[in-house]
């Protein structure tokens, strides 16, 4: 079943701490995401990985930096996290620049 | 710039009727591909249906359609014999050929009444 792969769903942590999301995905696509979804602001994107080793950032990169050492990995990273990081955050994974996307289940993040 | 809007907040139907949800986007690219996803109160993002600009035809898929009018830029789903489950925030996306990401509108809020 191919499928894009978030852990953790839930996740609360204390300002200043630092925070680790996982993505994985069994699909072998090139291109994976990570947004962000808030009331009234709907999806912004974060950063892009093209490939291995390869990122750009999104429209909101502020605050967050990624990891993808292999293909089917995608990691976020919240370097001291702040309580307006408290959100929904999204993985997706695309195999082309023409095809839809296939989001991962999101994880929840609580800010405190 | 690309923008995706999506004016309608929230529509509430009565089950087994029919539902359409707008959506305008701006693009000055000549090929792109319109989508609908579909989230579910679990949270759950799923792909719904595309359109290729270059197409003509509106898509369909299952008692999803879209009416796709180019010259105004506008790309609407059409939900036919609506159902309980139906009822999900649905978000209109666009990508611009050679771009590698989504421009997603702000979503409907859909509530199929019994």
């Known amino acids: 079943d191919m499928k894009v792969t978030q852990m953790p769903r839930y996740l609360i942590k204390r300002m200043g701490e630092n925070v680790l999301l996982e993505c994985g995905q069994d699909?072998?696509?090139?291109?994976m995401y990570w947004y962000r979804q808030d009331p009234g602001l709907g999806l912004q994107l974060i950063y892009i990985?093209?490939?291995?080793?390869?990122?750009s950032e999104g429209d909101i990169p502020k605050g967050y930096r990624v990891s993808r050492k292999k293909r089917e990995h995608f990691s976020l990273i919240l370097d001291s996290a702040k309580t307006n990081q408290t959100s929904v955050y999204f993985c997706?994974?695309?195999?082309?620049?023409?095809?839809?996307?296939?989001f991962g289940s999101g994880t929840r993040l609580l800010v405190i | 710039a690309q923008k995706v809007t999506q004016t309608q907040t929230s529509i509430s139907v009565v089950e087994k009727t029919t539902v359409t949800m707008d959506c305008v986007y701006e693009?000055?690219?000549?090929?792109?591909?319109l989508f609908w996803y579909k989230q579910t109160a679990s949270g759950e993002i799923v792909f719904l249906i595309r359109?290729?600009?270059?197409?003509?035809e509106n898509a369909t898929v299952g008692h999803y359609s879209l009416n796709f009018q180019k010259p105004k830029s506008s790309i609407g789903l059409i939900i036919t014999a609506t159902q309980i489950e139906d009822s999900a925030v649905y978000f209109c996306?666009?990508?611009?050929?050679?771009?590698?990401?989504?421009?997603f509108g702000k979503g409907t809020s859909l509530t199929v009444i019994p």
């Open positions: 997706a994974s695309s195999p082309g620049c023409i095809a839809d996307y296939t």
């Open positions: 699909m072998s696509h090139e291109t």
């Open positions: 990985s093209y490939d291995v080793d390869s990122n």
């Open positions: 693009t000055r690219d000549s090929s792109y591909f």
């Open positions: 996306a666009m990508r611009a050929t050679g771009y590698q990401n989504f421009y």
């Open positions: 359109q290729d600009s270059y197409k003509k």
